[in-house]
């Protein structure tokens, strides 16, 4: 297993969506072991393919010691309307959290790394970190779902964080403006 990197607000994979998985092989499995490797070392609870620049529809989590693994073309068949408020972060965006509410239950269909469907109710906790992750899996950011204010906020340290980490290029400040300025969402 290998330690991957995590791709930072204002790498354009973030926006990508990730094309569904069709191989259940020994590379999906590799890639899996990785990621898992990687987000626990980060350290986080979900980590998604396209964080670590493959589009492809997987993600890793772990909620507890008993539950984790990887998670390969999940669809999201019902929420409840119950939201829940609560602070959420994203190895995207480090050391940055906001409230944003979710629902409050959940149910995915998905498969595992062999192949096999599975269906699986989340609640709370749970299915936020689920929701995030499949959000990452079609390009959206949890930035897109901040309000106005935090999500202005977020991007200003994003930037700053870039700058400081040395991450934008010089010559290339357009893109990374347009790319740190946001796709959708409130503003």
Not at 76 to 82: G, N, T
Request: a negative charge; hydrophobic letters at 40%.
């Amino acid at each position: 297993m290998s330690l991957l990197r995590i791709r930072i607000f204002g790498d354009p994979v973030l926006r990508a969506e990730a094309r569904e998985v069709d191989a259940f092989d020994e590379k999906l499995r590799t890639l899996a072991d990785d990621m898992l490797e990687t987000m626990r070392e980060a350290p986080g609870v979900g980590l998604a393919a396209n964080q670590v620049g493959v589009l492809k529809r997987l993600f890793t989590y772990e909620l507890a010691e008993d539950d984790h693994g990887a998670i390969v073309n999940p669809v999201l068949l019902d929420a409840s309307d119950e939201q829940l408020d609560d602070e959420e972060g994203c190895l995207s965006f480090p050391g940055l959290f906001y409230p944003l509410e979710r629902p409050e239950r959940v149910e995915v269909r998905y498969q595992d790394l062999d192949g096999e469907e599975h269906v699986r109710q989340l609640e709370a906790f749970d299915a936020r970190v689920w929701l995030h992750e499949m959000d990452h899996l079609a390009g959206v950011l949890f930035l897109d779902h901040l309000a106005r204010h935090d999500a202005r906020e977020a991007r200003k340290l994003m930037r700053a964080y870039r700058e400081e980490q040395g991450m934008d290029v010089p010559g290339q400040g357009r893109l990374a403006n347009q790319l740190l300025g946001g796709f959708g969402g409130p503003r």
